[in-house]
């Protein structure tokens, strides 16, 4: 039982790790885009 927990708990931080980098990763995108935006006036 002890082996299931560490198992879903190692998995959750992985899973918040992923979700922040994706995150970052969207803002960067969306900032990129934005600009782009800007400077073609669209």
């Given at each position: 039982m002890e082996n299931i927990l560490?198992?879903?708990?190692?998995?959750?931080?992985?899973?918040?790790?992923?979700?922040?980098?994706?995150?970052?990763?969207n803002q960067m995108i969306k900032l990129q885009k934005d600009e782009k935006e800007r400077n073609t006036g669209v």
């Open positions: 560490q198992t879903v708990k190692q998995f959750l931080e992985f899973s918040d790790e992923k979700l922040e980098e994706l995150k970052k990763k």
